[in-house]
């Protein structure tokens, strides 16, 4: 008896290597498989906006990213000590105008460049519902704490997000024909807008996606699917029972892995994963003999890595073996 749906993974005929850049935008779903990959040393820019929920957001951020248009003082507003970005995560925040209008613009920068040179750009989608700033009549990518009153939430409809990204995509291609774009759901619960809202959030969300995927516009990657169905049980959610546990993210890599990489590229992963160990590895006796030659064991293999893959940076796995041993050579 099978005690779960398995989730059919269809492998894409475009791969993710450690040569191509990877843009990841959209909710904390996707800086966790953005730092997966980070930590894989692919490549990546993870949400240059910060984490972002609702495809309206999405849009306006990466319409920004095209133009390349700075941000201005007017743009922002000031609360509670704060400046704020209503297109921002409050990561970008800042008690000075100035320090805030910094932060965003060199970020804008580089990741408007990046856009125009990535060959993936995977979209999570969160929420269907967005929030509308009355003052502005703009939707917002976070409420920065400010009254309920002040805004106005709506829920998006299937055809508000297919009309909008059917146009985006067009852009999008103008500055890089190239890039494939990938869309995920979330699989992170938004409780807030209630189970039913919450329910009717995803479902919108999916049959949009599924409309721009029919077009020929962009694959999926069925996230949100291995969740619900493969992952059925509160023991893959963590403690606050709304976000995917680190165990359930680490599966859903895998069947990300399964859809997306080769097995050149899984074989670098698997070699860089047993790096990551050994520096992970407890230390309980770091005077004994046996850590002189784990270190030095490590360090072969980096160097070996090194020669293999010299487009990849191993400064820092470098530097914590070599520092080992020399805490045991001071001995």
Same mark, same amino acid.
């Given at each position: 008896?099978?005690?779960?749906?398995?989730?059919?993974?269809?492998?894409?005929?475009?791969?993710?290597?450690?040569?191509?850049?990877?843009?990841?935008?959209?909710?904390?779903?996707?800086?966790?498989?953005?730092?997966?990959?980070?930590?894989?040393?692919?490549?990546?820019?993870?949400?240059?906006?910060?984490?972002?929920?609702?495809?309206?957001?999405?849009?306006?951020?990466?319409?920004?990213?095209?133009?390349?248009?700075?941000?201005?003082?007017?743009?922002?507003?000031?609360?509670?000590?704060?400046?704020?970005?209503?297109?921002?995560?409050?990561?970008?925040?800042?008690?000075?105008?100035?320090?805030?209008?910094?932060?965003?613009?060199?970020?804008?920068?580089?990741?408007?460049?990046?856009?125009?040179?990535?060959?993936?750009?995977?979209?999570?989608?969160?929420?269907?519902?967005?929030?509308?700033?009355?003052?502005?009549?703009?939707?917002?990518?976070?409420?920065?704490?400010?009254?309920?009153?002040?805004?106005?939430?709506?829920?998006?409809?299937?055809?508000?997000?297919?009309?909008?990204?059917?146009?985006?995509?067009?852009?999008?291609? @103008?500055?890089?024909? *190239?890039?494939?774009?990938?869309? #995920?759901? =979330?699989?992170?619960?938004? %409780?807030?807008?209630?189970? !039913? /809202?919450?329910?009717?959030?995803?479902?919108?969300?999916?049959?949009?996606?599924?409309?721009?995927?029919?077009?020929?516009?962009?694959?999926?990657?069925?996230?949100?699917?291995?969740?619900?169905?493969?992952?059925?049980?509160?023991?893959?959610?963590?403690?606050?029972?709304?976000?995917?546990?680190?165990?359930?993210?680490?599966?859903?890599?895998? @069947?990300?892995?399964? *859809?997306?990489?080769?097995?050149? #590229?899984? =074989?670098?992963?698997?070699? %860089?994963?047993?790096?990551? !160990? /050994?520096?992970?590895?407890?230390?309980?006796?770091?005077?004994?003999?046996?850590?002189?030659?784990?270190?030095?064991?490590?360090?072969?293999?980096?160097?070996?890595?090194?020669?293999?893959?010299?487009?990849?940076?191993?400064?820092?796995?470098?530097?914590?073996?070599?520092?080992?041993?020399?805490?045991?050579?001071?001995?």
């Amino acid at each position: 008896m099978k005690w779960y749906t398995p989730v059919d993974i269809i492998p894409s005929v475009h791969k993710v290597d450690h040569t191509v850049p990877v843009m990841m935008m959209g909710s904390c779903f996707a800086e966790s498989i953005g730092e997966k990959l980070a930590g894989l040393k692919f490549e990546v820019d993870i949400n240059p906006f910060g984490i972002l929920f609702n495809p309206s957001s999405i849009k306006l951020c990466i319409e920004r990213l095209i133009k390349g248009q700075k941000f201005v003082k007017e743009e922002l507003i000031e609360h509670n000590y704060l400046w704020h970005s209503m297109l921002h995560h409050s990561r970008f925040s800042s008690m000075e105008a100035e320090t805030t209008l910094l932060n965003i613009n060199e970020r804008l920068a580089f990741s408007s460049s990046f856009l125009r040179k990535a060959r993936f750009l995977f979209i999570t989608f969160g929420t269907a519902w967005i929030y509308i700033y009355k003052k502005t009549g703009q939707v917002v990518a976070n409420c920065h704490k400010l009254p309920a009153s002040v805004f106005e939430r709506r829920l998006l409809s299937p055809e508000d997000i297919v009309a909008d990204y059917r146009k985006l995509i067009g852009e999008i291609k @103008k500055i890089n024909p *190239a890039v494939q774009i990938i869309f #995920t759901v =979330s699989p992170v619960r938004h %409780l807030k807008d209630t189970a !039913a /809202g919450n329910n009717l959030s995803k479902s919108t969300l999916i049959v949009a996606v599924h409309r721009l995927c029919e077009e020929g516009l962009a694959t999926y990657f069925p996230a949100y699917e291995i969740m619900l169905d493969e992952l059925r049980d509160y023991r893959f959610y963590a403690d606050d029972a709304v976000h995917p546990s680190e165990a359930a993210v680490d599966y859903i890599f895998e @069947k990300f892995s399964t *859809a997306y990489f080769d097995e050149h #590229t899984k =074989s670098i992963n698997k070699a %860089l994963q047993e790096i990551q !160990a /050994g520096m992970s590895h407890k230390i309980e006796f770091p005077g004994h003999p046996s850590i002189r030659s784990f270190a030095s064991g490590m360090l072969e293999r980096i160097h070996k890595l090194e020669r293999d893959y010299p487009a990849l940076n191993f400064e820092k796995e470098k530097k914590y073996f070599e520092d080992l041993l020399h805490s045991i050579r001071q001995k």
